[in-house]
């Protein structure tokens, strides 16, 4: 394992809970590990803890198997990447990159230098000052000044987040692509579930300093395991359900579920997991056209339900319709009241 995190614990007020909490992962050498969650949810914290930058009140940190908990900063053998860059405004590219390389002759020192930076594609610009760059190009030299040293592991903090969205898209395939060929275990954090879904191998769902889910994207969408997790990851259908073995009684008739459970439960159905038919009990509300497809509000006996369609389809608010489950749900827990018509999660409404 290149990082392992045990029972991580980080408390920064004595009455208040802590903001880390018990999170543990590991990961293997090349992987890409994204750290998920709302804002203050402790992700930021997690990093600077596995960075040195805090200290934590519990748990343990190892890279390539060495306890590194209490070691400076400078001795990890981590990179870090922030998400303002941090480069330093007077040095050069160049000087920059070499700035964290010590021990080294300056010959050496350059050449290295110039290797990382031929990496990232950045060579051409090694003597220009970083207020003289583009934000992406700003973030290849940050990353080439992490990575330059040959850490084990390299922490990205947002590194995205300043960069508008069409270069943002290339940016992260591009940091994607270099972290994955140079081998090196990386954690990413992120607010942003479809960069973490894009970005990933696995990633960790955080929510109230404490990991909630950890799984590979398909698995963290596709078989959620709290109505958190399902809501936090796009948008979803929370429907009450009595589970008998793999189905489940609920307000959409009887549903067959993708594990077996037994009682009063809380399922998942995302919008495109439903289809609408003509003439039914239920009412479309609302039509969202969104270019690729297109999402209905649809209401059934007091309950509303989000509904994907393929652009061409053309039901219209006020329309009577029948809504049809084509997927297995998803159980996300346990639900206290057994009867379909009581409503603990309610359904997302669409943004606009
Ligand atoms: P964001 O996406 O907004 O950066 P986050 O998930 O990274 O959020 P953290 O920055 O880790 O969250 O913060 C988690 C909580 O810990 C917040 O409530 C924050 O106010 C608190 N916190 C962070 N650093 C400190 C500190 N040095 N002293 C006291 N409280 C802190």
Same mark, same amino acid.
């Given at each position: ?10 408390? $920064? ?18 992987? @890409? ?45 981590? +990179? $870090? ?36 930076? #031929? ?18 190009? #700003? ?29 943002? #898209? ?61 809501? $936090?990851? +796009? ?62 509000? @649809? ?25 049809? @489950? ?27």
């Amino acid at each position: 394992m290149s990082l392992r995190v045990e029972n991580l614990t980080k408390r $920064f007020h004595p009455d208040l809970p802590p903001v880390v909490q018990e999170v543990s992962f590991s990961l293997e050498r090349g992987e @890409v590990f994204a750290l998920l969650g709302p804002s203050g949810c402790g992700k930021t914290t997690t990093l600077r803890l596995i960075a040195g930058f805090e200290h934590p009140d519990a748990g343990a940190i190892y890279v390539d198997g060495q306890a590194i908990t209490h070691l400076p900063p400078e001795r990890r053998g981590i +990179g $870090f990447v922030f998400q303002d860059y941090a480069l330093f405004p007077h040095l050069t590219v160049e000087q920059n990159v070499a700035f964290g390389l010590r021990g080294m002759s300056a010959k050496a020192r350059r050449e290295r230098a110039m290797e990382v930076l #031929q990496m990232v594609g950045m060579t051409v610009f090694k003597d220009r000052k970083p207020s003289e760059l583009s934000g992406g190009q #700003q973030q290849r030299v940050a990353l080439a000044r992490a990575i330059a040293p040959g850490p084990k592991v390299v922490l990205l903090d947002e590194p995205f987040s300043s960069l508008d969205a069409g270069l943002r #898209q290339a940016t992260r395939d591009e940091v994607r692509h270099l972290l994955k060929a140079s081998g090196i275990a990386s954690v990413l954090v992120t607010h942003d579930q479809e960069e973490a879904l894009s970005f990933a191998d696995r990633l960790g769902v955080m929510r109230s300093g404490r990991l909630e889910q950890i799984g590979t994207p398909e698995e963290v969408y596709e078989r959620p395991s709290t109505p958190f997790v399902a809501q $936090f990851l +796009g948008r979803t259908n929370l429907l009450p359900g009595e589970a008998r073995g793999l189905e489940a009684t609920t307000a959409l008739g009887k549903l067959a579920l993708a594990s077996g459970a037994v009682g009063p439960v809380m399922l998942s159905l995302r919008p495109e997991h439903l289809r609408l038919e003509m003439g039914g009990e239920a009412e479309v509300l609302a039509r969202e056209f969104k270019g690729h497809d297109l999402t209905y509000r @649809v209401r059934l006996a007091g309950r509303e339900y989000l509904v994907h369609e393929a652009s061409g389809s053309a039901f219209r608010p006020g329309d009577r319709v029948h809504i049809r @489950v084509v997927a297995k749900a998803v159980v996300v827990g346990q639900h206290e009241h057994p009867s379909p018509e009581v409503s603990v999660f309610s359904v997302p409404r669409p943004e606009r």
